[in-house]
């Protein structure tokens, strides 16, 4: 009897958990394929969740799934370890040791055998080497970024709260550097949150003339990647909220106590986020051959396999698939890594039933973007309403929800979807609108 045949996927993001869940549902389950999901995280944490994290209005805990238990759930194995390099002569995967608080050494350095591989490893922020970014920006690429940044908010607050003399000017500013969906979102749910922080007890802070969010973009305006109507709408709102927006303000340096832009003026700020481009890992750049552009992403075929080894798929923010025409490439957005993925599910199946691969065809649903509980705004297209349709309030709002509602479908079924959702909104209601540690 042949050894099963072997699909590893790198990387437990939205693309490739959802890639990993249900060829582990099929394959896996008939033992057709054995799946393995490698991950240098031990938990997963929807992506564009990550400014509510950083925010405080939401909890990570209740929203991490758990690679072991669902890798046990859905008939896939899980390897805990970072991709740093790859053997396609011998087709293994090449992970890195990893080791915990103390240093002491969890796993050692390691390869895992392949068949087929699928790489998913997302991408990471691009301060484009400013000075001074990576020691004072915190970049929002992971659930512990993220609250890192949270931490140092409520601190901030609660330091100045404690201090006797007056709060300093930039004291408790939070510049945003890069006014995309992850950005923008961000500047709305700040101006919530470190009110209600403040609220609770803090009253040496006046949140109307201490705190203040400046949100910062080189390009000439807000949201340059989604459509003007959306990005007017979502100015308008921002500014009501008294965001301050600088766009067409590029920056040349961070500093401790606050940001540089290009002509030289400082914009005193205590707080950076960097928001601003993308790229993906460097560990992509080098890959034992396979071809990359300038950010590091894999350039893949319209079947989605690496340009060098059909055996390699690459898919979602790490991967440059083209368009059809010659128009560009997919958006690295989480409707293009979900529609990846479940196009790739039916391709893996073709693949071991020796049958052509088709080629991906991107639709675009639209754009939405979140300012929290003040509004949402956005486009829906495609055959979802027929034309292109512009949305906002409540049900935009409810389209937005929906979005992430699809991707807890993948990964866990309807019923399990529903009781989650249940049990968090029951849980929350004793608790603080923020977090306050």
């Known amino acids: 009897m042949s050894a099963p045949h072997e699909i590893v996927v790198v990387g437990g993001g939205a693309g490739g958990l959802e890639l990993a869940t249900r060829l582990g549902n099929t394959l896996g389950r008939r033992g057709a394929a054995r799946i393995t999901l490698v991950d240098k995280g031990r938990t997963h944490l929807w992506k564009p969740l990550l400014h509510a994290v ?3 209005s939401m909890d990570p805990s209740e929203h991490e799934l758990n690679y072991l238990a669902q890798a046990h759930w859905h008939h896939f194995q899980y390897r805990y370890g970072e991709l740093i390099g790859l053997d396609r002569a011998k087709r293994k995967v090449l992970l890195a040791a990893t080791f915990d608080e103390e240093g002491r050494q969890i796993t050692p350095p390691r390869a895992v055998p392949y068949d087929t591989l699928a790489i998913a490893v997302g991408s990471i922020t691009n301060d484009f080497g400013t000075p001074g970014a990576a020691r004072y920006a915190v970049p929002l690429e992971t659930a512990e970024q993220a609250e890192r940044f949270n931490r140092r908010l409520v601190n901030a607050c609660i330091r100045a709260h404690a201090q006797e003399e007056p709060v300093r000017p930039g004291q408790l500013h939070v510049a945003i550097i890069g006014a995309g969906a992850t950005g923008t979102e961000l500047a709305a749910e700040l101006h919530r949150t470190a009110r209600q922080v403040v609220a609770f007890g803090l009253d040496r802070v006046d949140p109307d003339k201490d705190i203040r969010i400046i949100l910062i973009e080189a390009a000439e305006r807000i949201l340059p990647a989604l459509p003007q109507r959306i990005a007017e709408a979502t100015l308008a709102l921002l500014r009501e909220l008294g965001v301050v927006v600088r766009a067409g303000a590029k920056v040349s340096e961070v500093r401790g106590d606050g940001v540089v832009l290009a002509g030289g003026e400082v914009i005193p700020s205590e707080l950076v986020v960097w928001c ?11 890959l034992d051959g396979l071809e990359a552009n300038r950010i590091n992403q894999l350039i893949v075929t319209a079947t989605l396999q690496t340009t060098r080894d059909p055996d390699i798929f690459a898919f979602g923010d790490c991967a440059s698939c083209p368009l059809p025409g010659g128009a ?5 957005r989480a409707q293009a890594a979900h529609q990846q993925a479940s196009h790739l599910l039916r ?7 020796g049958k052509p691969l088709e080629p991906f065809v991107y639709r675009d649903f639209g754009s939405l973007v979140s300012l929290g509980e003040y509004s949402t705004v956005g486009n829906l297209m495609g055959f979802i309403v027929g034309r292109n349709l512009f949305i906002e309030g409540y049900f935009a709002r409810l389209m937005y929800r929906s979005l992430y509602k699809l991707h807890e479908f993948a990964l866990h079924g309807a019923s399990k979807t529903f009781l989650g959702a249940l049990a968090r909104g029951l849980s929350r209601g004793g608790e603080p609108a923020v977090k306050l540690h």
Do not use: D, S
Not at 328 to 332: A, C, I, L, M
Not at 347 to 353: D, E
């Open 328 to 332: 560009g490439t997919v958006p690295p």
């Open 54 to 56: 950083a925010a405080g």
């Open 276 to 286: 601003a481009g993308v790229k993906a890992p460097e560990v992509l750049r080098a």
């Open 347 to 353: 391709q893996l199946r073709r693949r071991l039933a």
